[in-house]
């Protein structure tokens, strides 16, 4: 668990937030690396955050060999009904991951999404969000990671440079 870090964050990224969000994602991932030896990283397979998060694991791996993706996927459908361009994306992805769980060995059942997030948070010391609003599973899982005592990285969606000493 003290390796490990998941992510968290929105389904929808402003077109604006992408590059930025995608530098601070970056820089927050190298800080873990070479600062706490964090060497495992668990996404929920969604669209949006997660995959844009994802990416950036298998990407950093040629410059930190030992870097692995862990996939925790809420149901087995839960791509279904995904545009065929985001299925391919999350396929790529996922033969690429370092392991795919199932929290839920079923189709999707309501509270799902909601298992996947506490399984996350349960089996990581840090995590990193994208979090712009209330009101959502994002913010659901902030709250629950921060009373399990989670150490937060809470990336800024102004394009803001990110400083990370804070928020640790």
């Known amino acids: 668990m003290n390796n490990s870090c998941f992510f ?5 990224i402003p077109s604006a937030h992408r590059d930025i969000l995608i530098k601070q994602t970056r820089y927050a991932v190298e ?7 964090v060497t495992d990283f668990i996404t929920g397979g969604a669209r949006g955050y997660d995959t844009l998060a994802a990416i950036q694991i298998l990407r950093l ?17 839960q791509s279904q009904r995904w545009r065929s361009s985001d299925k391919e994306v999350w396929h790529r992805i996922a033969e690429n991951a370092d392991d795919v769980r199932y929290i839920t060995d079923s189709k999707y059942v309501p509270g799902c999404m909601q298992l996947r997030n506490k399984a996350m948070v349960n089996d990581a010391l840090y995590g990193v969000a994208y979090l712009t609003h209330g009101r959502s599973g994002t913010h659901q899982t902030v709250v629950y990671a921060r009373e399990a005592g989670r150490k937060l990285i809470i990336l800024p969606h102004t394009g803001d440079r990110l400083d990370i000493s804070m928020q640790l």
């Not at 791996?61 to 459908?77: E, F, I, K, V």
């Open 8 to 12: 968290t964050g929105h389904r929808i």
């Open 31 to 37: 800080h873990l690396i070479t600062n706490h030896n």
């Open 61 to 77: 791996r040629g410059q930190y060999p030992g870097l692995r993706l862990h996939l925790y996927l809420p149901c087995r459908d």
